[in-house]
Each structure stands twice: as structure tokens, then as C-alpha cells.
């Protein structure tokens, strides 16, 4: 099994610029999440998604948007970049939100 | 809605020295919690959880946590560190189909 996997691994845009991070998982978990890591601030969910179909919003989700097409995908778009969302990007999932969480390898952005 | 505070962003110890690493939730109901370890360039790695029973649960590399309701406190601990340890831990809380984590602790261990 490949776990979860995150594509790119780093990226650079420019501001105003739009792009999708990927997540991808083979272990068929239904829930599946995002989250920012900044310095000093910890782990943030920025959306979050307990099956196909259905998402929900998480503590910084301005900017930020999701699908949930099918078990094993949960990509991120960014809409609009900007500096602010310069940050390291995790992925994860887990049967459910009350069990354990694996993560991806996380995505470096820098918006410039 | 629920949050997590870590009080200690650093903590220090000397290699062999016990540990103790804190961590208060608040949520209205039982809780779920979490620690994760998070090693330099790494990804996160679950260290333990608790859900009901038991308020002390171990947890792999010889940690531990002690749930008391009353402190609404999720404390980690290990008797004895190695250098190895030096990392970032995270406390999470989930509930509401949400799980929020806390700003993380970063370890450094004096040889």
C-alpha cells in the first residue's frame, strides 16, 4: 500500500494564480482531511470530508476549496493565491475522525 | 467546538530525565484524544490515543498519557528520554467529526 500520497511535493506561485494540491489514499478511509502547519500555529484543518460526497469546512477555510468524488481522492484547490498561504500542506485519513489519522508526506507552497 | 492548548512551546531535558509534556482540551462532551510526534522534516506519527475506558493508555516508544476529566488534561509521559526524542509533539482532540490540534511542543534533549 502506498498510504497517502500528496503531489507536488513543493510549489511556488505567484499571487492571484489558482492550483489544485492532490491527495490520494489506498486504504479505503472514509474520512479524509486537510491541514495547514505554520510555524508556531500548530496543525490547522482547513476542510474535512467523512465520505464521498460530503465536506465540510474546518477552522481556516477561507480561500480554499473541495470535492470528495470518490473514496480515494480529496484534492485542495486554491482559488486565488495568496502570500498568506505560503505553508506546508498535510493530507490525511483515517476510517474515521475517532481513529488514527495517517498523513502524507505534506506539500511545500510558497506564494510569491 | 472544540480546542487544544500545549501551555510549553520548548521544553528541554537532559537524556535520560523523565518527561512530561502537557496538553488541556476543551470539548463539551467525551472526548477523543491524541498525540502525535512529529521528527524534524517528518510527517506526524500517532503516538497513542484515548477514547473511554482506561484513563491511562500506553502508547509506542515507551510514552503514556493520563486522561483526568476533572483537569480536562491529556498530559504525555515517558520516564526516561533518549536523544532520539527530540521532536515536535502535537495534542489533538476530536469530536464533531472534527479533530483540532494543538500548537505543538518541540523537545530538545541535552546529551
Known amino acids: 500500500n502506498a498510504g497517502v500520497t500528496q503531489t507536488p511535493k513543493f510549489q511556488v506561485l505567484k499571487t492571484g494564480q489558482s492550483m489544485t494540491l492532490q491527495c490520494a489514499q489506498d486504504?479505503?478511509?472514509?474520512?479524509m482531511s486537510w491541514y495547514r502547519q505554520d510555524p508556531g500555529m500548530g496543525l490547522r484543518l482547513i476542510h474535512y470530508?467523512?465520505?464521498?460526497?460530503?465536506?465540510d469546512q474546518g477552522e481556516v477555510p477561507n480561500g480554499y476549496n473541495v470535492s470528495r468524488s470518490t473514496t480515494e481522492d480529496f484534492p485542495l484547490r486554491l482559488l486565488s493565491a495568496a502570500p498568506s498561504q505560503t505553508s506546508v500542506y498535510f493530507c490525511?485519513?483515517?476510517?474515521?475522525?475517532?481513529?488514527?489519522?495517517?498523513f502524507g508526506p505534506g506539500t511545500r507552497l510558497t506564494v510569491l | 467546538a472544540q480546542s487544544v492548548t500545549q501551555p510549553d512551546i520548548h521544553i528541554t531535558v537532559s537524556e535520560g530525565a523523565s518527561l512530561e509534556l502537557r496538553c488541556n482540551y476543551s470539548?463539551?462532551?467525551?472526548?477523543?484524544l491524541f498525540w502525535y510526534v512529529q521528527s524534524p522534516g517528518q510527517g506526524l506519527q500517532l503516538l497513542l490515543k484515548?477514547?473511554?475506558?482506561?484513563?491511562l493508555v500506553q502508547g509506542i516508544k515507551g510514552f503514556e498519557a493520563e486522561f483526568k476529566r476533572s483537569q480536562s488534561s491529556f498530559n504525555l509521559r515517558k520516564p526516561s528520554v533518549h536523544w532520539s526524542d527530540a521532536a515536535e509533539y502535537f495534542c489533538?482532540?476530536?469530536?464533531?467529526?472534527?479533530?483540532?490540534f494543538g500548537k505543538g511542543t518541540r523537545l530538545h534533549i541535552l546529551p
Open positions: 486504504m479505503n478511509h472514509e474520512y
Open positions: 470539548y463539551g462532551a467525551t472526548p477523543y
Open positions: 470530508s467523512v465520505g464521498a460526497g460530503i465536506t
Open positions: 490525511a485519513s483515517g476510517i474515521s475522525s475517532s481513529n488514527e489519522q495517517f
Open positions: 489533538a482532540v476530536g469530536g464533531d467529526d472534527k479533530i483540532i
Open positions: 484515548y477514547f473511554s475506558g482506561d484513563t
